[in-house]
């Protein structure tokens, strides 16, 4: 998997969503804050592959650390 997230003027008014699809990365985040696993949200967001979701998680972990951000689409 290439591409991670997708940032477009014209999805979601640029809100940064997983790739090939409209959610956005927020809501990952959002349902871990209140307290619900990767699983449940895969599950409540079928779009999104179990290996993307934790794949973002890394990314989120790793910018923490790292130089800045890889596998991100912005628009041109």
């Known amino acids: 998997m290439n591409q991670l997230i997708t940032i477009h003027p014209e ?3 640029g809100t940064p969503v997983f790739a090939n699809t ?6 990952l985040f959002d349902y871990i804050k209140g307290g619900h696993t990767v699983a449940e949200f895969v599950d409540d967001f079928p779009s999104v592959p179990l290996n993307q979701a934790l794949a973002v998680l890394e990314l989120a972990a790793s910018s923490i650390t790292l130089p800045p ?3 991100v689409q912005t628009a041109d």
């Open 69 to 71: 951000l890889k596998n």
């Open 11 to 13: 999805i979601q008014s």
């Open 22 to 27: 409209r959610v956005p990365i927020k809501n």
